[in-house]
């Protein structure tokens, strides 16, 4: 398809769509001989700018057990305790009881997390509640389980809470769990303890288990504090989902964690147990020296380096939100409150020549060199995702380019 000089390009289904396969094809898009650095705010990776980055310790703590010589042969399947241990104590101090190491599996990143939790869940004719908009990760693991999913809305209006009658009309017997991303991915919301357990209560009468991703835990700089899904495992049993990559900003050292939050003890039952462990006896987790490194980068990370994370996101989202409202072809129905990024309505109706928000973005990236999601990646046509975890000047150029864009493909009637 040829469109404006736009290179061909098929979408896949959203089954099988992926955000990093559909901005590698925008950067192919990219015209090198117009002069422009090219600008991504596609990715959720903070490491990309100079602003964000990881706290020296943790660095000196991989070096540290790196130059040991004592993490460089195999680490136990299911993670090295002392990892399991640290990670236990770590997310114990924001729920009601305590998780033990063997509550507590480590994972190559989130993303093995979540193919965790769907592979111990999946049976044949089973079906999972997956949000909408959501993280396209969950659509493919599924696909490849031979698991149906179904999607759940969330509600602009508000605030992306979860549309907890829908819920309940689309579970049947054959549904397992339902996921709920908090801090959200791509809202940048963060849901309340009363919405949260709302959740809670749905999913325990719907006898479902909750799947909670919380990759972007603790990355909460608005009206709402963070509240782990783990608080309500006495109401109804969680998988918590997550990782050290955003919160400490090191997205390149895949460690993540698949963990049982459940004192009812629905996930300790023995044959539960041995699959779990048998599964994970398949997988690769991360480099040995990487886990060994955890626990002291747990324990001695100062709080004013998560303070200064968080203060950075919450200027930087501030900026985003007032740019984009010098821009009317697109709005923000809520102001991000957590994570790195936030959803905006693409308002067709004001461009000339623009079919549709994936036509938006595949041209953006031609003519200004800038990178945004569109939202049919995350289950919203028409909408885009704008990361802005990013520097300031860096924001202002590309949505300072935005605009410039719509100004070019604008109907005469919005110019005058």
């Not at 709302?198 to 999913?203: F, P």
Request: proline share 6%.
């Amino acid at each position: 398809m040829e469109n404006g000089g736009v290179v061909n390009r098929e979408v896949e289904p959203v089954s099988t769509i992926t955000i990093k396969g559909i901005l590698s094809l925008m950067m192919q898009n990219i015209d090198e001989e117009n002069g422009k650095r090219v600008i991504s705010l596609g990715m959720g990776d903070p490491t990309a700018y100079s602003c964000f980055h990881t706290t020296p310790m943790a660095g000196e703590a991989v070096v540290d057990a790196l130059q040991s010589e004592k993490f460089n042969g195999y680490a136990p399947t299911v993670g090295l305790l002392q990892t399991r241990r640290a990670i236990a104590e770590y997310l114990s101090r924001d729920i009601p009881y305590k998780l033990s190491p063997d509550d507590v599996f480590i994972t190559s990143g989130c993303t093995q997390a979540i193919d965790v939790s769907l592979a111990m869940l999946a049976y044949p004719g089973a079906n999972i509640l997956l949000p909408r908009p959501g993280f396209p990760i969950y659509e493919l693991c599924a696909t490849f389980r031979f698991l149906e999913f179904r999607y759940f809305d969330l509600l602009p209006e508000k605030g992306w809470e979860v549309d907890l009658d829908s819920v309940e009309a689309l579970a049947d017997q054959n549904t397992v769990a339902i996921v709920i991303i908090n801090p959200g991915n791509p809202c940048g919301n963060v849901y309340s303890y009363h919405h949260l357990k709302k959740i809670a209560e749905t999913a325990n009468k719907l006898k479902i288990v909750v799947i909670a991703d919380e990759v972007y835990g603790h990355l909460a700089f608005g009206a709402n504090p963070f509240v782990p899904m783990g608080v309500f495992g006495s109401i109804v049993p969680v998988l918590t989902l997550g990782s050290i990559s955003k919160r400490w900003i090191v997205p390149g050292w895949r460690l993540g964690w698949f963990v049982t939050s459940d004192p009812s003890g629905m996930f300790k039952k023995p044959k539960i147990v041995e699959r779990i462990k048998k599964y994970f006896d398949i997988l690769g987790g991360p480099a040995t020296f990487i886990q060994a490194a955890v626990p002291h980068i747990i324990e001695h990370t100062d709080e004013i380096f998560f303070k200064k994370t968080l203060t950075i996101l919450k200027q930087t989202s501030d900026l985003c939100c007032e740019l984009i409202k010098d821009i009317p072809c697109i709005t923000c129905p809520h102001k991000p409150e957590g994570s790195m990024a936030v959803m905006v309505k693409l308002n067709l109706s004001y461009l000339e020549d623009i079919s549709d928000d994936i036509d938006f973005c595949f041209r953006l990236a031609k003519e200004e060199s800038v990178i945004v999601l569109p939202g049919t990646a995350v289950g919203l046509k028409n909408w885009l995702r704008i990361t802005f975890a990013a520097d300031p000047s860096s924001l202002k150029e590309a949505l300072g380019r935005i605009k410039s864009f719509y100004q070019q493909h604008a109907k005469l009637t919005q110019t005058n």
